[in-house]
């Protein structure tokens, strides 16, 4: 509908927005914490708990109905870091973002008074600390595309409906790095499908990244020359995980088998033939030893 002609049509549209009127009118409040923790709410019976949750529940809808008016429009700066894993797929450095809960490339908004590539060199700073990374020294960055990308979505950090016009660089580092901390390594699959193989959803939403940006980086070189042992990653963040224990029954073999590197599946294999091997000759001498 247009702007000023969605008119209330029944009673309880009209109450609603007397109420909201009412509100206002004596500065009262109905949700205490508009606290930007993240817009996942699975609990609906308390979606009046937390601001953000509930102005998901309104963007949601809003984003539904055709093409809406963002209520911001962000400039974004992000990098791709691409490289080589053990298994031999492409995986690209991502960051944990602890408020939405999603995986997102390194990189992050553009303040005021920065241009994309200071806000670009302060976030990889920021977001990877311990590699004292020192432009032109260490690495070289240059723009994936000329222009600005658009994506519109509902932020699963802050609730609303936001225009994102993101700038991507690709970056060739020239350092030794290890990459510590919530960072973590995505492969194209994962990337494609939104989310991890245990669950973490990623960001940009998978249709926007099919659309406008995966066959723009599967075309880049690796941005560091070492490989990338996804296995032992994974490995560690699983270890220092806190909130979830491991539920025997529901691990698979398959999925411990699909995690080892080739390195790893072979040393794997040598240890089944050693045993098996050790386990079929005493079996021989104990048979000799009872025939005779």
């Not at 519109?152 to 020239?174: A, C, D, L, T, W």
């Not at 020359?225 to 073999?253: F, G, M």
Request: aromatic content about 8%; glycine content about 6%; charged content about 35%.
């Amino acid at each position: 509908m247009k702007r000023g002609k969605n008119k209330p049509k029944t009673d309880s549209s009209v109450d609603f927005l007397r109420s909201l009127s009412y509100l206002i009118e004596n500065d009262e409040s109905v949700i205490e914490d508009w606290k930007r923790d993240g817009a996942e709410c699975s609990d609906p019976s308390k979606v009046l708990d937390r601001g953000v949750c509930f102005l998901k529940v309104i963007e949601d809808s809003r984003s539904d109905n055709g093409d809406p008016t963002p209520v911001r429009v962000i400039d974004v700066a992000k990098l791709i870091i691409k490289a080589r894993s053990s298994r031999g797929e492409d995986v690209f450095l991502m960051k944990l973002n602890e408020k939405s809960h999603r995986l997102q490339f390194i990189g992050g908004t553009v303040r005021k008074g920065e241009t994309f590539e200071t806000a670009l060199v302060r976030e990889l700073n920021e977001e990877v600390p311990r590699s004292h990374l020192s432009k032109d020294r260490d690495y070289e960055y240059s723009k994936i595309v000329n222009e600005p990308l658009d994506s519109r979505f509902v932020s699963p950090s802050y609730g609303s409906y936001r225009k994102y016009s993101v700038q991507y660089y690709y970056i060739k580092i020239s350092k030794n790095v290890d990459f510590h901390g919530s960072l973590r390594w995505v492969s194209m699959e994962e990337l494609a499908k939104g989310e991890t193989r245990d669950g973490v959803k990623t960001v940009p939403p998978k249709d926007i990244f099919n659309d406008k940006i995966k066959d723009k980086i599967e075309k880049l070189p690796y941005s560091i020359e070492k490989t990338i042992n996804v296995s032992r990653r994974l490995a560690e963040e699983v270890k220092n995980e806190t909130k979830n224990e491991i539920n025997i029954d529901e691990v698979k073999i398959s999925d411990i088998w699909y995690s080892l590197s080739i390195k790893e599946t072979v040393k794997l294999i040598g240890f089944v033939i050693t045993v098996a091997g050790t386990i079929s000759a005493a079996a021989y001498y104990i048979g000799k030893a009872v025939g005779s």
